[in-house]
């Protein structure tokens, strides 16, 4: 399985900056019945949750401190996920890592609910 991240770079304050995911694996394999998100890790800190979909699509999680600024996009026929961010901040700062699996409802926001993850990308805010 690999995981591909793109779209990460350098912006502003207040700015928009969408991260994509492309999932892949052997003989075409599907995603579709995988649950996807996103975790983020800053330098000197644990690495933690930032949004998940279910496989269904039918279930978004997000972490409080994106909430109402970040959205999930899927598109589970092409194997890819995106994370639209706007008004980004400073914090928000972080190596954003794509993550596939099959969590319970219990593990959305949880590392041991996916196991397979990307190499990540960095997003970085300046003030």
């Known amino acids: 399985v690999y995981l591909v991240e793109s779209g990460g770079g350098l912006v502003q304050a207040g700015d928009s900056l969408r991260i994509t995911c492309e999932a892949s694996?052997?003989?075409?394999?599907?995603?579709?019945?995988?649950?996807m998100g996103w975790f983020r890790q800053a330098p000197g800190r644990e690495r933690e949750f930032v949004a998940a979909?279910?496989?269904?699509?039918?279930?978004?999680y997000y972490s409080d401190s994106v909430k109402g600024r970040f959205t999930l996009f899927r598109k589970s026929v092409e194997n890819t996920m995106s994370l639209q961010m706007t008004s980004l901040r400073p914090e928000d700062t972080a190596v954003y890592y794509c993550?596939?699996?099959?969590?319970?409802?219990?593990?959305?926001?949880?590392?041991?609910?996916?196991?397979?993850w990307g190499q990540g990308t960095q997003v970085t805010v300046s003030s």
């Open positions: 979909i279910s496989w269904r699509g039918d279930k978004l």
């Open positions: 694996g052997s003989e075409g394999r599907s995603f579709a019945t995988y649950g």
């Open positions: 993550v596939v699996g099959r969590p319970t409802p219990n593990e959305a926001t949880l590392h041991r609910g996916y196991e397979y």
